[in-house]
């Protein structure tokens, strides 16, 4: 993250330098002019070069103002999803690496304990056991979710199954993920695509949804990629004025 605030800080730092020296420019030329103006003379050669000078500075200012202004939108949604994901992996590694191996210290040193507590206290180390294991593997879900190593290592097939596996365990819908054809070459960032916009659906239709079935599937076409999502929940009726 900081070197691309640095670049951005270079290129502000540019386009002030040229901004500046436009508007430098065309005050000396104003200045220039209103003298020989009002001492009516000629005007040199010095001062046209001057406002030839500022001239072409306020083109190439103009020029590139309206060249990031063109770029602007779509170059702002890459940075913002990428600083996303970089968060998202921080985030991930600090859940796991910090988080994680406190918490598994904890536990280590409760079983210490517990070797030396009475019996009458042994129900309690077993709560505190329990509770500590279902921290560690909530943790471990949570960074597993905001930075899915099984990409990398299982593909997006695989990673896909793992994380269906592991979110719907717990309910009684039944889905499946149908993939035909091989899914090797596809880039990273469309994979990451592809892997969020399906945790985000299936988040969301097990908070609202009420579904019973699920059924997932990836194809590649002509033009890349093609994800669909279907399922039996219920839906919305939108609104009349949906823009609004």
């Given at each position: 993250?900081?070197?691309?605030?640095?670049?951005?800080?270079?290129?502000?730092?540019?386009?002030?330098?040229?901004?500046?020296?436009?508007?430098?420019?065309?005050?000396?030329?104003?200045?220039?002019?209103?003298?020989?103006?009002?001492?009516?003379?000629?005007?040199?050669?010095?001062?046209?070069?001057?406002?030839?000078?500022?001239?072409?500075?306020?083109?190439?200012?103009?020029?590139?103002?309206?060249?990031?202004?063109?770029?602007?939108?779509?170059?702002?949604?890459?940075?913002?999803?990428?600083?996303?994901?970089?968060?998202?992996?921080?985030?991930?590694?600090?859940?796991?690496?910090?988080?994680?191996?406190?918490?598994?210290?904890?536990?280590?040193?409760?079983?210490?304990?517990?070797?030396?507590?009475?019996?009458?206290?042994?129900?309690?180390?077993?709560?505190?056991?329990?509770?500590?294991?279902?921290?560690?593997?909530?943790?471990?879900?949570?960074?597993a979710l905001l930075n899915p190593r099984q990409l990398a290592s299982l593909g997006l097939e695989a990673g896909l199954r793992a994380h269906l596996v592991r979110t719907l365990a717990s309910?009684?819908?039944?889905?499946?993920?149908?993939?035909?054809?091989?899914?090797?070459?596809?880039?990273?960032?469309?994979?990451?695509?592809?892997?969020?916009?399906?945790?985000?659906?299936?988040?969301?239709?097990?908070?609202?949804?009420?579904?019973?079935?699920?059924?997932?599937r990836l194809q590649r076409t002509a033009e890349g990629l093609a994800l669909s999502i279907h399922d039996d929940g219920r839906g919305f009726v939108p609104g009349p004025h949906p823009d609004?």
């Open positions: 993250m900081f070197p691309r605030l640095k670049t951005s800080l270079r290129c502000c730092s540019r386009a002030a330098l040229l901004r500046w020296t436009t508007v430098g420019l065309c005050v000396a030329s104003l200045v220039a002019n209103v003298v020989l103006y009002l001492a009516d003379q000629v005007i040199p050669t010095s001062l046209v070069i001057l406002q030839l000078a500022a001239t072409l500075c306020a083109a190439v200012h103009l020029g590139l103002s309206a060249r990031s202004i063109s770029l602007r939108p779509a170059e702002l949604a890459e940075r913002m999803l990428k600083v996303q994901e970089d968060e998202r992996q921080h985030l991930s590694r600090e859940l796991h690496d910090d988080i994680g191996q406190l918490l598994t210290a904890a536990k280590l040193q409760l079983q210490w304990l517990q070797r030396r507590m009475p019996d009458e206290l042994q129900g309690h180390c077993d709560a505190l056991r329990n509770t500590l294991d279902d921290t560690l593997g909530n943790v471990r879900d949570v960074s309910s009684d819908v039944h889905w499946s993920l149908a993939c035909n054809q091989r899914l090797g070459g596809i880039d990273e960032d469309v994979a990451m695509a592809v892997f969020r916009i399906t945790q985000e659906a299936v988040t969301n239709m097990l908070r609202h949804a009420q579904a019973h079935n699920l059924v997932i609004n």
